[in-house]
């Protein structure tokens, strides 16, 4: 049995392999931070649009829209990540996704950026025993262009507290 090295001299860890798959995501800013979303989870990218308040709700949930006669819960993702409140522009969007969890809930962000695909060796996991706060929002890291972008868990995005 012969074994090769890899380049750092090393022997290769057992059933890795270097992966050419490919992820997009649509990157998203929050203040002045890149997001992304994987855009499979993604169902539509609307315009901002009155926003029924619900109340008693947590100060992230801005209320309900009806789209397309669907009543979809939004939810502030500046307020979700602990950052300050929105100030919504020209640019601000709602992200309509699919959760597991729920059926579909609308994401407020300050603007949607572009879309981006990441090879699945540019994409940093974040270890789950470190996050906490804001960052058990976050499953991993890319790097595109120089650039680096936070990656949402949309497993981790509930409607609850």
Do not use: C, W
């Amino acid at each position: 049995m012969e074994l090769s090295l890899n380049t750092a001299g090393n022997l290769p860890e057992e059933g890795v392999k270097r992966s050419s798959e490919t992820i997009q995501y649509i990157v998203i800013r929050l203040g002045q931070e890149q997001y992304g979303i994987d855009i499979r989870n993604i169902d539509t990218i609307i315009r901002m649009q009155h926003i029924t308040r619900v109340p008693k709700m947590p100060a992230y949930l801005k209320g309900v829209i009806n789209l397309r006669g669907v009543v979809i819960p939004v939810m502030s993702m500046r307020l979700r990540m602990d950052l300050a409140e929105d100030e919504v522009t020209k640019s601000t969007r709602i992200i309509v996704v699919k959760l597991d969890q729920d059926d579909n809930v609308g994401f407020l962000v300050d603007e949607v950026k572009e879309v981006v695909t990441l090879n699945v060796d540019d994409i940093e996991k974040i270890p789950d025993g470190s996050k906490d706060g804001k960052a058990s929002l976050i499953n991993g890291v890319g790097k595109h262009n120089g650039e680096l972008i936070s990656l949402f868990d949309l497993n981790a995005v509930s409607l609850d507290d």
